[in-house]
């Protein structure tokens, strides 16, 4: 690339060096790293084609579009990302939220708990939407990484709801020990190591694998949340659990054949069967 460079021109050749690498959304992925790096929303970008950009700005954006051509997440690269409508802190220790979990968050707000655990809680994105949009639930959020709970806390304290949010290291329901809560949900791992090479090289080497793959069962955490959620729940509570494409009945059947009344599943925009509710309610 040229020595000097208006951000037009940069825009331009940087877009088209992500295309090269196969990037989904070249263009503005490389308004948005310059936005950033700049400080400014993208509308600056449009507004000032001709700004010549300095050296030192130059020099670093150049690093951070070789990470974002190398397929690195572009949340890696800035740092954070944003889940229903809130901005989260995001590191490599954990899955960047993505938009259809938001139908998670959609589906236990819709029932107004008091009391929610989040198995598997990554970033900590469902716990703290969950938290900040129910000011007087408590909420118990579990993982088995330590660097993903790190990064989940910080959220907490960023959005201001630390002080509710239960942060526990353990291997699924087994942190809950002792509690009986309104909502048990999860977005836990569902994709079969089988399905390693089909996904996109931003997810297949970039995200942690403990937050993906499940080895040769996919539904292997359904299982386990389906057999075992009802003793962390109180009488009449749900348990809700995101699932991968085409997962959806089978995941229905496991938890009606564990006892739950009124399984349903949600659809997420693209009209995927997404979230997979039950109520406990024994007989
Ligand atoms: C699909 S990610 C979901 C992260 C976050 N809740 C979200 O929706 O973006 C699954 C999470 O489960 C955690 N996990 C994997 N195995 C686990 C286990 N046995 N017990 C608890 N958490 C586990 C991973 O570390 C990861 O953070």
Known sequence: MKETQTILSL??????LLERAGVDTPRLDA??????LLGVGRAHLYAHPEQELDTDVLREFLRRLERRAKREPLAYIL???EFYGLEFTVTPDVLVPRPETEVLV???LARAPQTVADIGTGSGCIAVAVAVNLPRAQVWATDISEGALR???ENARRHHVADRVHFLQGDLLQPLAGLRLD???SNPPYVAESERLSLQPEVRDWEPPQALFTGADPLQFHRRLAAEAHFHLREGGWLM???GMGQAEAVAS???EAGYRQVRIQNDLAGIGRVVEGQYSPK
């Open 106 to 108: 959609e589906a236990i």
């Open 151 to 153: 990064i989940a806390r």
């Open 31 to 36: 308004e948005l790293l310059l936005a950033d």
């Open 183 to 185: 909502v048990v949900a």
């Open 241 to 243: 659990v995101e699932v």
């Open 79 to 81: 740092g954070r990302a």
């Open 11 to 16: 825009i331009t050749q940087s877009a088209s």
């Open 254 to 256: 496991l938890l009606e």
